[in-house]
């Protein structure tokens, strides 16, 4: 993966503001494995930097057997800028200088699939020593764990016998919670913060 996006022609490279959006809150669309088998999967949203690419690509290169198995890369390479000014610089003078590219993640998305003629058992250490190393909560998971945690959600849900949930404070303005919860908090009821 490169380490800087590529742009066509002479264009400026632009610049950024954070956008936490593009790591706050579920991920709806790269939350299932395609190859129905193993994978890695972030429990919360962060953003990964050019190391963290590298360590996966080296990780897996080491340890996966390139005969029975292969990897899918589930997330883009480096795309969103992050500035930095100097050291010692005072305030003003406009916006820092591009310092790195980082990508975006959401929580439940899928980051690296790994499938072929193996078992969960073969890939599982491997899988959540890198999941250990990413620079936010993540888990080696399979297809079977992928169901199991969305069983496990609806039932909860289902079995709630206490209407008091967070959802329900939230949208009825206990406290006056309105004029002290997040923004975020009125999409997501105190999930994915």
Known sequence: MDKVPQYVG?????KMIKNLKFMRGPELVHSNLIHKQYGIIALGGGRLRHGHFEMIRLTIGRKMDTSRMFTVWRVDPPWQPVTRKGQGHRMGGGKGAIDHYVTPVKAN???IELA???KFDEVKGFLQ??????????????????EARKI???EMEEKNINPYTFEYLIKNNFG????WI??????????YV
């Open 176 to 179: 006056n919670c309105h004029s």
């Open 10 to 14: 002479n264009i400026k490279t632009p």
């Open 129 to 146: 020593d890198i999941a250990n190393k990413l620079p936010f909560e993540a888990m080696a998971v399979s297809q079977e764990i992928l």
């Open 109 to 111: 998305r899928v980051i």
């Open 116 to 118: 072929g003629k193996c």
């Open 152 to 154: 496990k959600e609806e």
């Open 182 to 191: 997040k923004r975020i908090d009125h999409f997501h009821f105190g999930k």
